[in-house]
C-alpha cells in the first residue's frame, strides 16, 4: 500500500506555469508505475500523464503532450508533474495515483490504479 499526498496547486494566469508535487509513504514507491489524472466540475477523471518506476518511460494525454513534464525521484518518493503554458481548460482537482501492476499501454492510462491521492487544486484563469 502506498499513501500519496499532492502539493503545489493553486490559482495561474493563463500562460503561466505551476509544478504539482507528490509524496509517497511506503516502501514501495520504487516499484510502482506513477501517474497523474484530473476531474473537472461535471465530468469524468481523464488521464494526464505516466511515469515507470525507473522513470525511463512515459507516457502523456494528447491534451498536454509538450506542455507537462512527468518525473519522480525515487530516493526522495516524490512524483512531480511540470505544467507550463496553462490552459483554462486545464482547471481541475489534480490527482496523484499509483499502481505495482507494471508499465502497459494504453492501461495505464485508465483510472484503475490502487492508491489514489486526496487531489489538488489547479486553476487557471483567462
Known amino acids: 500500500q502506498v499513501q500519496l499526498v499532492e502539493s503545489g496547486g493553486g490559482l495561474v494566469q493563463a500562460g503561466g506555469s505551476l509544478r504539482l508535487s507528490c509524496a509517497a509513504s511506503?516502501?514501495?514507491?520504487?516499484?510502482?508505475?506513477m501517474a497523474w489524472f484530473r476531474q473537472a466540475p461535471g465530468k469524468e477523471r481523464e488521464f494526464v500523464a505516466a511515469?515507470?518506476?525507473?522513470?525511463?518511460?512515459?507516457y502523456y494525454a494528447d491534451s498536454v503532450k509538450g506542455r507537462f513534464t512527468i518525473s519522480r525521484d525515487n530516493a526522495k518518493n516524490t512524483e512531480y508533474l511540470q505544467m507550463n503554458s496553462l490552459k483554462p481548460e486545464d482547471t481541475a482537482v489534480y490527482y496523484c495515483?499509483?499502481?505495482?501492476?507494471?508499465?502497459?499501454?494504453?492501461?495505464?492510462?485508465?483510472?484503475?490504479?490502487?492508491?489514489w491521492g486526496q487531489g489538488t487544486q489547479v486553476t487557471v484563469s483567462s
Open positions: 511506503g516502501r514501495t514507491f520504487s516499484r510502482n508505475v
Open positions: 495515483a499509483a499502481d505495482p501492476r507494471g508499465w502497459m499501454v494504453p492501461r495505464i492510462s485508465n483510472p484503475t490504479y490502487s492508491n
Open positions: 511515469i515507470s518506476w525507473s522513470g525511463g518511460s512515459t
